[in-house]
């Protein structure tokens, strides 16, 4: 991700307040860890090299393994000339995981890495199946707003036989609509999606913040389409601590931000369905998901019902409305009882885990455009530093074969 504090030493791991798992990664979590793009061929073996290092980095640090690299090696290119590809053990999936989360260069949540609760979902093959284990992904993390760093690993690429995959880049996601007079309701970001899932026969409300379904793509079945149970998504009505008026803008948020769209890559092998979660930082809702022009562009709008002066740039009444804001997402969501972090907290967090890491002889790769949040950048130390950038595997990847998503994913 970014780079380390000038001004500021890294606090150790003790000497920061230490929830028990961390958060989610980038603007609105929507692309993690992406370093050099890996392209998964449906088709092609797995390049037992791949295999070998990671099973290596396995060994190295769990050296209790019940094989030696060499004799699971022996094992692994057998079944890769038998099929063009193996299957990782239970125990190999895991610590595959989470890796790719250490490793995630656009993160700055991963002091708690080893902390993610990985779901072994291999087995699910209709597209009913999966959908359940969604939902109970969603019960997981979601931990009555106590949220947790969650993980579900579904079927792999194999040769001949391509994975299972959602059209969604999020497993919530909130629709948008455009209306006659070129103006938009809800997310713009989601437009095409929205259009897609009404041509399946979803019955849109209209709202600003309906939840879309989910299209389950899985081979030997058309795409399926179906509703997020409404229990299972937990959202937070925005309030400000200081100026009751803000709650009648009606805004809100949900709580668990699952990212759907990203490859698992361990090993030489593929999972382009594993969708997994941290909580939010505060500033992916208040900073980007509400206020970027191309998504619901609302800082105007917050500002005039705020009272400031939108009549010159010179008043600096964008950057007084998008503190507002921010202050009115960590509030409502600590008042509602929902994890979420700030983004000076996590920041230092951030240089806890570069110091831990470093103390292992382990690089960090980041990236510093990443790292940095979108709100006083400066006065977080992870500013104020350069980082290393390399594409270390298990990693996250963009998937380029999404699925047959009309709408161009």
Same mark, same amino acid.
């Given at each position: 991700?970014?780079?380390?504090?000038?001004?500021?030493?890294?606090?150790?791991?003790?000497?920061?307040?230490?929830?028990?798992?961390? /958060?989610?990664?980038?603007?609105?979590?929507?692309?993690?860890?992406?370093?050099?793009?890996?392209?998964?061929?449906?088709?092609?073996?797995?390049? $037992? %090299?791949?295999? !070998?290092?990671?099973?290596?980095?396995?060994?190295?640090?769990?050296?209790?393994?019940?094989? =030696?690299?060499?004799?699971?090696?022996?094992?692994?290119?057998?079944?890769?000339? +038998?099929?063009?590809?193996?299957?990782?053990?239970?125990?190999?999936?895991?610590? *595959?995981?989470?890796?790719?989360?250490?490793?995630?260069?656009?993160?700055? @949540?991963?002091?708690?890495?080893?902390?993610?609760?990985?779901? +072994?979902?291999? +087995? %699910? =093959?209709?597209?009913?199946?999966?959908?359940?284990?969604?939902?109970?992904?969603?019960?997981?993390?979601?931990?009555?707003?106590?949220?947790? /760093?969650?993980?579900?690993?579904?079927?792999?690429?194999?040769?001949?036989?391509?994975?299972?995959?959602?059209?969604?880049?999020?497993?919530?996601?909130? %629709? @948008?609509?455009?209306? #006659?007079?070129?103006?938009?309701? @809800?997310?713009?970001?989601?437009?095409?999606?929205?259009?897609?899932?009404?041509?399946?026969?979803?019955?849109?409300?209209?709202?600003?913040? #309906?939840?879309?379904?989910?299209?389950? +793509?899985?081979?030997?079945? !058309?795409?399926?389409?179906?509703?997020?149970?409404?229990?299972?998504?937990?959202?937070?009505?925005?309030?400000?601590?200081?100026?009751?008026?803000?709650?009648?803008?009606?805004?809100?948020?949900?709580?668990? &931000?699952?990212?759907?769209?990203?490859?698992?890559?361990?090993?030489?092998?593929?999972?382009?369905?594993?969708?997994?979660?941290?909580?939010?930082?505060?500033?992916?809702?208040?900073?980007?998901?509400?206020?970027?022009?191309?998504?619901?562009?609302?800082?105007?709008?917050?500002?005039?019902?705020? *009272?400031?002066?939108?009549?010159?740039?010179? =008043?600096?009444?964008? #950057?007084?409305?998008?503190?507002?804001?921010?202050?009115?997402?960590?509030?409502?969501?600590?008042?509602?009882?929902?994890?979420?972090?700030?983004?000076?907290?996590?920041?230092?967090?951030?240089?806890?885990?570069?110091?831990?890491?470093?103390?292992?002889?382990?690089? $960090?790769?980041? #990236?510093?455009?990443?790292?940095? &949040? /979108?709100?006083? *950048?400066?006065?977080?130390?992870?500013?104020?530093?350069?980082?290393?950038?390399?594409?270390?595997?298990?990693?996250?990847?963009?998937?380029?074969?999404?699925?047959?998503?009309?709408?161009?994913?």
């Amino acid at each position: 991700m970014n780079s380390e504090a000038l001004l500021a030493r890294a606090p150790t791991a003790d000497a920061i307040e230490q929830p028990p798992a961390a /958060p989610p990664c980038g603007p609105d979590s929507a692309e993690v860890g992406v370093g050099v793009e890996v392209r998964a061929e449906v088709g092609v073996g797995v390049d $037992v %090299a791949e295999a !070998e290092d990671f099973l290596g980095l396995l060994h190295a640090e769990h050296p209790d393994q019940p094989l =030696t690299v060499r004799q699971r090696m022996h094992q692994v290119r057998a079944e890769v000339a +038998d099929t063009g590809s193996y299957a990782h053990t239970a125990d190999e999936l895991a610590f *595959g995981a989470r890796v790719a989360w250490r490793n995630s260069s656009r993160c700055i @949540g991963r002091l708690y890495w080893q902390s993610l609760r990985v779901l +072994d979902r291999r +087995d %699910a =093959t209709t597209p009913r199946e999966i959908h359940r284990h969604l939902c109970e992904h969603l019960r997981q993390a979601t931990n009555g707003g106590r949220i947790r /760093p969650t993980i579900s690993v579904f079927a792999p690429d194999r040769p001949g036989r391509p994975a299972p995959r959602l059209w969604n880049d999020q497993l919530i996601r909130y %629709a @948008g609509y455009r209306g #006659d007079d070129g103006r938009t309701v @809800g997310d713009p970001a989601h437009l095409d999606l929205t259009e897609a899932v009404r041509r399946l026969g979803w019955q849109a409300p209209g709202g600003p913040f #309906d939840v879309l379904p989910l299209v389950v +793509d899985a081979p030997g079945h !058309e795409p399926q389409l179906f509703d997020v149970p409404g229990d299972l998504v937990l959202e937070v009505a925005l309030s400000h601590p200081e100026r009751p008026e803000f709650a009648a803008l009606g805004l809100r948020w949900h709580a668990v &931000p699952a990212i759907s769209n990203m490859r698992l890559r361990i090993g030489g092998v593929d999972y382009p369905l594993a969708p997994f979660n941290g909580w939010y930082m505060g500033t992916e809702i208040g900073a980007r998901n509400l206020v970027d022009s191309d998504r619901y562009d609302l800082l105007p709008a917050i500002a005039r019902h705020l *009272g400031l002066d939108t009549g010159s740039e010179a =008043t600096l009444w964008r #950057d007084r409305a998008l503190v507002e804001v921010n202050v009115a997402v960590l509030h409502s969501f600590r008042r509602a009882g929902v994890r979420v972090s700030d983004h000076h907290t996590e920041s230092r967090r951030f240089l806890a885990h570069l110091a831990k890491e470093e103390r292992q002889g382990r690089l $960090v790769p980041a #990236d510093w455009s990443w790292i940095v &949040p /979108p709100v006083s *950048g400066s006065l977080t130390p992870v500013f104020h530093r350069y980082y290393d950038e390399a594409d270390q595997r298990p990693n996250f990847y963009p998937d380029e074969a999404r699925s047959r998503c009309p709408y161009g994913h």
